[in-house]
């Protein structure tokens, strides 16, 4: 039998110019979770790092990190945990604020989304300018958890998210 061919994940990504504004190209990954084997690729590789990790939340961020996030959880026999957009939770939140082009926005979770001393890792679909990313960690951090990794499916690396991540542990599968 030949053996399977391996699963290019980059070019399951369609770049969409033009949104959802001018000017920027939106990186959309439905068909890479459309693809069976690159679904299950995904979730092995960003896994890989942390099977012995002792990982035991995995946080998304709203709303396609929580897409990554649950396969994620359930391969690392963690929990789940959504980062919601401001309002979005039922019960009483922790926030952390950052920064947009015009104005500032808030990211929240449970305030006991896990117990304190929790080793959480965060994921998302799309490491850009890196101001979500640091909002979630240091929102995780409120809770009292530790942030043991973040990890995105997409870095683009010409916006160096990464500089707002200094001394984690940060991982992309993909880089531009
Ligand atoms: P940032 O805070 O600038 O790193 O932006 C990260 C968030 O915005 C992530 O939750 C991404 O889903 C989304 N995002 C930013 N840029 C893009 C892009 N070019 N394509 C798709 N999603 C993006």
Redesign the pocket.
């Known amino acids: 039998m030949m053996p399977a061919k391996p699963v290019d994940l980059t070019a399951l990504v369609k770049d969409v110019p033009d949104f959802p504004k001018k000017g ?5 990954i439905t068909p890479l979770l459309a693809d069976p084997r690159a679904l299950q690729n995904m979730v092995d590789q960003l896994a890989e790092p942390y099977l012995q990790a002792g990982i035991q939340y995995v946080a998304g ?2 709303s ?2 929580f897409l990554i996030a649950a396969p994620l959880a359930c391969r690392l026999k963690a929990g789940l945990v959504p980062i919601r957009k401001k309002g979005k939770l039922p019960r009483k939140t922790k926030s952390a604020t ?1 920064n947009l082009e015009y104005g500032q926005d808030s990211i929240e979770a449970h305030e006991d989304a896990f117990p304190p001393g929790a080793r959480v890792l965060l994921v ?10 640091q909002a979630a960690c240091e929102l995780i951090e409120k809770i009292g958890g530790i942030v043991a990794g973040v990890s995105f499916l ?1 870095e ?1 690396g010409f ?1 160096n ?1 990464r500089s707002k991540l200094t001394g984690r542990a940060v991982k992309a599968l993909i880089k531009y």
């Not at 920027?24 to 959309?28: G, L």
């Not at 998302?124 to 990313?133: E, I, M």
């Open positions: 920027i190209i939106f990186k959309d961020i709203e396609r990190g950052y998302d679909d799309v490491l850009a300018t890196g101001g979500t990313a997409i683009l916006l998210g």
